[in-house]
Structures are given as structure tokens and as C-alpha cells.
């Protein structure tokens, strides 16, 4: 069993930056692919970036290419969303997922995995 926790969400103008952060508990957080899904009000989860367990391979959808970054601290059991030029539609409750066992490339499938954090509110303002 693996709890996550979302830090760092806040309000922010368009152009800033913040950093998000996931604290897990357990001894294995090394081997668990992580990611990091949003959803805005009346919209679906979407994906925003994942990164893998033992080679820290990234991936991320588009609309965040070369804005949003992630990165793990695997003797922190943390894993980091740094966001840079946020625009105000990346507003939205942004939520950490993690899992042992992801196949290739099903990364970007919230069904994919089976641990959640509660979400943390991004509020982007222009």
C-alpha cells in the first residue's frame, strides 16, 4: 500500500511558476512509476507528465512541453512538477498517481494506475 500527498498548489499569475510536490510513504517508491494528472471544473482527468521508477524516463503531453518539468527524489520518496510559464488554462485540482507495474507506454492512462493523492489546487490568473 502506497499513500501519496500533494504540496505546493496556489494561486498564481499567468507567466509565474510553482513547484508541486508528492510525498509516498513505503520502502519501494524507487521502483514505482509516478505521474501527475489534472482536472479542471466540468472537464475530464487529463494527463500532464509521468516518469518511470528505475530509469527516470519522462514523458509529458503536449500542451506542457518544455514548461512543465518532472523529476523524482527517490531518497526523499518524492516526486516534483515544476511549472514555468503557467497560463491560466492550467488551472485546474492537479493529482500525483502512482504505480509498481505500468506497461510501456500506457504511462499517460489515469486507469493505469493504482494510487492517488487527494489533489492540490493550481489557480492560474491572467
Known amino acids: 500500500q502506497v499513500q501519496l500527498v500533494e504540496f505546493g498548489g496556489g494561486l498564481v499569475q499567468a507567466g509565474g511558476s510553482l513547484r508541486l510536490s508528492c510525498a509516498a510513504s513505503?520502502?519501494?517508491?524507487?521502483?514505482?512509476?509516478m505521474g501527475w494528472f489534472r482536472q479542471a471544473p466540468g472537464k475530464e482527468r487529463e494527463f500532464v507528465a509521468a516518469?518511470?521508477?528505475?530509469?527516470?524516463?519522462?514523458y509529458y503531453t503536449d500542451f506542457v512541453k518544455g514548461r512543465f518539468t518532472i523529476s523524482r527524489d527517490n531518497a526523499k520518496n518524492t516526486v516534483y512538477l515544476q511549472m514555468n510559464s503557467l497560463k491560466p488554462e492550467d488551472t485546474a485540482v492537479y493529482y500525483c498517481?502512482?504505480?509498481?507495474?505500468?506497461?510501456?507506454?500506457?504511462?499517460?492512462?489515469?486507469?493505469?494506475?493504482?494510487?492517488w493523492g487527494q489533489g492540490t489546487q493550481v489557480t492560474v490568473s491572467s
Open positions: 498517481a502512482g504505480d509498481r507495474f505500468i506497461p510501456t507506454a500506457q504511462h499517460m492512462r489515469a486507469a493505469a494506475y493504482d494510487y
Open positions: 513505503g520502502r519501494t517508491f524507487s521502483s514505482y512509476a
Open positions: 516518469i518511470t521508477g528505475s530509469s527516470g524516463v519522462t
